[in-house]
């Protein structure tokens, strides 16, 4: 074969190679360019807290005016007894205890002499100085003017509105200490709530 026509048949080799690669990297370069995309957003969601509201007595303030508990000349045997009324008022369901105080001024001890019972009842039975609550006792209660009256560790539940009543008995034993006469004690309550998780 002549040597021209060798020379042409290799420099025409090399630029369809040229052309070719060429061609290849041209589509990867632009290919990178070549997809769509689009969007979409979402709007609108608005949240909201809510509230807890733990009303006694339909009061929206502390109650610094309960007296249903109150007995003068109480003796042995004797017992008294007031309702309760606790309500839901906020917008969450919770859960609630209750703590007691007894006040022990005079160092004679009737507050913790004192024994205590709690019922669901909305009225009370009697008069005094024998009122008594109805019922059996709540679950979880305790039976002393002290904390976790209503328990802590296992409390009552309220969902949103609802209104239960507690039924609060106090009673001196029979068999009281004589050292007991002219003792005074001021009973009180503190209604704790809780958030539902």
């Known amino acids: 074969m002549p040597k021209l026509d060798l020379a042409r048949r290799l420099r025409s080799t090399r630029a369809r190679a040229a052309l070719s690669l060429g061609l290849v990297l041209g589509t990867a370069a ?8 689009d969007s979409a957003t979402v709007t609108g969601t608005t949240i909201t807290t809510g ?24 003796v042995p045997g004797n017992t008294v007894a007031g309702v309760i009324t606790v309500k839901n008022a906020g917008n969450s369901p919770f859960t609630y205890y209750v703590d007691a105080t007894a006040s022990n001024a005079d160092t004679k001890g009737l507050g913790a002499a004192l024994v205590v019972k709690v019922t669901g009842a909305s009225t009370v039975t009697g008069s005094a100085p024998s009122r008594t609550c109805g019922g059996a006792t709540l679950a979880n209660t305790g039976t ?6 209503v328990s802590s560790t296992t409390p009552r539940q309220l969902a949103v509105g609802a209104t239960e009543t507690l039924c609060i ?28 998780p």
Do not use: C, E, K, R
């Open 51 to 74: 509230s807890i509201d733990l009303q006694v007595n339909n009061l929206t303030t502390n109650d610094s005016a309960y007296t249903q508990l109150n007995l003068t000349g109480m």
């Open 169 to 196: 008995q106090a009673t001196l034993p029979t068999g009281a200490s004589t050292s007991l006469q002219n003792a005074t004690t001021n009973v009180g309550f503190t209604f704790n709530a809780n958030q539902l």
């Open 30 to 37: 632009t290919g990178t360019f070549a997809f769509w995309s």
């Open 144 to 149: 002393a003017f002290a904390a976790s009256l």
